[in-house]
């Protein structure tokens, strides 16, 4: 089992770019969460899929940001336009019935 | 969301001594514990969890315990290592489905 799969692990842009961060579930997992985290804000939940379909955004600060589950293996979460307050690391987590949320390595994003 | 709060948020303690970090939640409907550990640059992994029908749940050095009358969860390190230094979060479900409120993180430091 390869786990929650992330890409890119770091990403470097210029604000104002459009920023694209990756996610590949545990296969069997129905459930997908993208979470960001900064030291000021701690960990918070962004947005949340069941089999596919978004069933709470109300993290999502606002119309910069976008997530898209196209199917069960594969997620996006776009930030654009990007801007520097959004560095922080992105987390991507994924659970089946247990309830267990097992994390990607993260994406750690830098806005210049 | 489900309010959680987590004390202290930072602890040092000597290598062999104990840790206890606590949670505080309000949605007397939470059912299920989990505690997380985040190692420096690393993904927040589940350490341990507790279900509301059991009272104390140990994995070898460390342990959980809950009481439900008032609403708080502990989490309990013995014997603590160098290894044990990481940063660990409680969690609560935030509503019916599989959310989770993560609390701020306590900051685990333990002296050689």
């Known amino acids: 089992d390869a786990g929650v799969i992330q890409s890119p692990r770091h990403e470097v842009t210029e604000m104002g770019q459009e920023v694209t961060l990756r996610c590949k579930p545990i296969?069997?997992?129905?459930?997908l969460f993208w979470y960001r985290q900064t030291m000021m804000r701690g960990l918070e939940l962004l947005i949340y899929f069941n089999n596919n379909v978004p069933i709470d955004d109300s993290g999502m600060p606002e119309d910069r940001f976008s997530a898209k589950m196209p199917n069960a293996s594969f997620s996006t979460l776009k930030i654009q336009p990007s801007e520097p307050r959004d560095s922080a690391v992105y987390f991507c987590?994924?659970?089946?019935?247990?309830?267990?949320?097992?994390f990607g390595p993260g994406t750690r994003l830098t806005v210049l | 969301g489900e309010n959680v709060e987590q004390h202290p948020s930072t602890l040092s303690v000597q290598e062999g001594d104990s840790a206890v970090i606590k949670c505080t939640y309000s949605d007397s409907a939470s059912n299920y514990f989990p505690w997380y550990k985040q190692e420096l640059g690393k993904r927040p992994q589940l350490i341990i969890d507790?279900?509301?029908?059991?009272g104390e749940k140990k994995d070898q050095r460390i342990a959980v315990t809950l009481n439900k009358t008032a609403k708080h969860f502990s989490l309990h390190i013995t014997e603590t290592q160098p290894e044990d230094s990481a940063v660990y979060f409680c969690?609560?479900?935030?509503?019916?489905?599989?959310?989770?409120?993560f609390g701020a993180g306590t900051t685990v430091t333990v002296r050689a």
């Open positions: 969690a609560v479900p935030a509503g019916d489905d599989y959310k989770l409120s």
């Open positions: 296969s069997g997992h129905n459930s």
């Open positions: 507790i279900r509301s029908n059991v």
């Open positions: 987590a994924s659970s089946g019935t247990t309830r267990e949320q097992f």
